[in-house]
């Protein structure tokens, strides 16, 4: 067996436990649920699968050795990240100015361009990156096979209880901004809770320092 249970009863409880942390990626999710809808939402969470998939690959092939060993590439990542956070922010407070229009726009739409804006959160959030590469190694046995196949099964686990939690929030979330989106009012006040949530996770990322 490439990966022991004796190592999986060890690991999957303690990715357990992170996933069900709050973080950037579940607020993310949490902010597209409320502002488009339960499908948004899960969207969303399927995003931040991806983006935190592609990280676990480009750690296995040590992409994440070099953001931790050079502070510049993490930081323009990090800044990257930041900057277009408040962009979404931006759009978000400024609002559609039309709620009849932004209602019925297609679900489908909608959905792909929350995925679409979550693998890029994803993406550009360097702390992923260096955390999946501090993490998972712990439970990487040489010995036993393929460091890399093992490191991705690892990664596998994570990001799948990770995507369980950020789609069960983001469809949390999505009805209650249906049932706020009933009256233009209560619309208007999902896009700056938006704005602001937004803005939050920005300032976390930014005020956040390299451990």
């Given at each position: 067996?490439?990966?022991?249970?004796?190592?999986?009863?060890?690991?999957?409880?303690?990715?357990?436990a992170?996933?069900?942390?709050?973080?950037?990626?579940?607020?993310?999710?949490?902010?597209?649920?409320?502002?488009?809808?339960?499908?948004?939402?899960?969207?969303?969470?399927?995003?931040?699968?991806?983006?935190?998939?592609?990280?676990?690959?480009?750690?296995?092939?040590?992409?994440?050795?070099?953001?931790?060993?050079y502070?510049?590439?993490?930081?323009v990542?990090?800044?990257?990240?930041?900057?277009?956070?408040?962009?979404?922010?931006?759009?978000?407070?400024?609002?559609?100015?039309?709620?009849?229009?932004?209602?019925?726009?297609?679900?489908?739409?909608?959905?792909?361009?929350a995925?679409?804006?979550?693998?890029?959160?994803?993406?550009?959030?360097?702390?992923?990156?260096?955390?999946v590469?501090?993490?998972?190694?712990?439970?990487?046995?040489?010995?036993?096979?393929?460091?890399?196949?093992?490191?991705?099964?690892?990664?596998?686990?994570?990001?799948?209880?990770?995507?369980?939690?950020?789609?069960?929030?983001?469809?949390?979330?999505?009805?209650?901004?249906?049932?706020?989106?009933?009256?233009?009012?209560?619309?208007?006040?999902?896009?700056?809770?938006?704005?602001?949530?937004?803005?939050a996770?920005?300032?976390?990322?930014?005020?956040?320092?390299?451990?």
């Open positions: 067996m490439l990966i022991p249970a004796e190592t999986l009863l060890v690991f999957v409880p303690a990715a357990l992170l996933n069900l942390t709050p973080g950037n990626d579940m607020l993310f999710c949490l902010g597209q649920g409320m502002k488009s809808g339960p499908r948004a939402g899960i969207a969303a969470s399927l995003g931040i699968a991806t983006g935190v998939f592609l990280h676990c690959c480009a750690a296995g092939i040590g992409l994440a050795a070099l953001l931790a060993a502070p510049a590439a993490f930081e990542l990090r800044w990257a990240g930041v900057v277009y956070l408040v962009y979404l922010a931006v759009q978000a407070l400024r609002g559609s100015g039309d709620l009849a229009a932004a209602r019925a726009a297609p679900t489908r739409a909608s959905a792909v361009k995925w679409r804006a979550a693998v890029l959160v994803s993406l550009l959030n360097p702390k992923v990156a260096v955390f590469l501090a993490f998972l190694p712990q439970f990487v046995d040489v010995s036993r096979g393929s460091a890399f196949v093992q490191f991705m099964l690892l990664g596998l686990i994570l990001n799948i209880g990770g995507t369980v939690v950020n789609a069960v929030v983001g469809a949390f979330a999505g009805r209650i901004g249906r049932w706020l989106g009933n009256r233009p009012s209560r619309f208007r006040v999902v896009e700056v809770l938006t704005g602001i949530l937004l803005l996770i920005a300032a976390r990322i930014a005020l956040e320092r390299r451990v």
